[in-house]
């Protein structure tokens, strides 16, 4: 019995290189997608946003001399390259899946409206959220919030390389202790770093709660579902 009957999946761009510097490392993009399709067989319900930070970030382009509402439409345009990686690895699975963007550019994708994704899933659609929120200054992060309560997803479930969220920085600071749940005051009022502010704010304000958890260790996509406990509850 799946825990949550709808999901919204955000997966780190970064992760998507892999063991490489850079780009789409493609057995990592197969473990992705084996994953997902597990918990789709489920009959879990699942839209998904993909950072593009293996292709580019527009912050880190700003800080390069890039105009920053140019250097944020590239890293949109990098999250549509993943989007269409992941779902080509799904669509090899047998899996039914939709990339929709929050920018006009039909034929890659459709142009993403909440009925449009929610019906697609009920039909059975894997959906895929590309181009962030379509607008320069909002990171995936927002793009995953704010798509996560269009769709009134159950949870956002944050996939990233660690398995929770920590008092510091677990890969440098070996004291670092994990939480098995922690409330949005909390994270406000100790200064973690899970979401930027924005994104968490739209959460709490929205009563969408997250779990954070590693998605590199192949399996643990399910064992969320199953009701495991891996990672890190947010919640009011």
Excluded at 21 to 40: P, T, V
Excluded at 202 to 228: A, H, R
Aim: charged share 25%; hydrophobic share 35%; proline share 2%.
């Amino acid at each position: 019995m799946a825990r949550y009957k709808r999901i919204l999946l955000k997966l780190s761009g970064e992760s998507l290189m892999g063991s490489q510097g850079y780009g789409i490392d493609s057995q990592r993009l197969q473990d992705y997608a084996q994953q997902i399709k597990e918990i789709h067989e489920m009959g879990v319900q699942i839209g998904i946003v993909i950072g593009g930070g293996n292709i580019f970030r527009g912050l880190s382009g700003a800080s390069k001399g890039f105009d920053r509402v140019k250097g944020d439409q590239m890293g949109m345009c990098a999250t549509v390259i993943n989007s269409l990686a992941l779902s080509s690895a799904l669509g090899a699975l047998g899996v039914k899946n939709k990339v929709l963007t929050a920018i006009r550019m039909e034929p890659i994708g459709e142009f993403y409206t909440k009925w449009k994704a929610i019906e697609s899933m009920e039909d059975g659609y894997v959906c895929i959220f590309s181009a962030g929120t379509g607008c320069p200054y909002f990171t995936t992060d927002t793009g995953s919030s704010l798509r996560g309560i269009e769709i009134e997803a159950d949870v956002m479930l944050k996939g990233t390389r660690v398995d929770g969220i920590y008092t510091a920085d677990p890969e440098k600071d070996p004291t670092a202790t994990k939480f098995s749940e922690i409330t949005y005051d909390e994270i406000y009022t100790k200064g973690l770093k899970v979401m930027d502010l924005t994104a968490t704010t739209m959460c709490k304000e929205n009563n969408l709660p997250i779990y954070v958890f590693n998605m590199d260790v192949v399996g643990n996509l399910k064992k969320v579902i199953d009701g495991e406990d891996i990672g890190t509850y947010v919640h009011n």
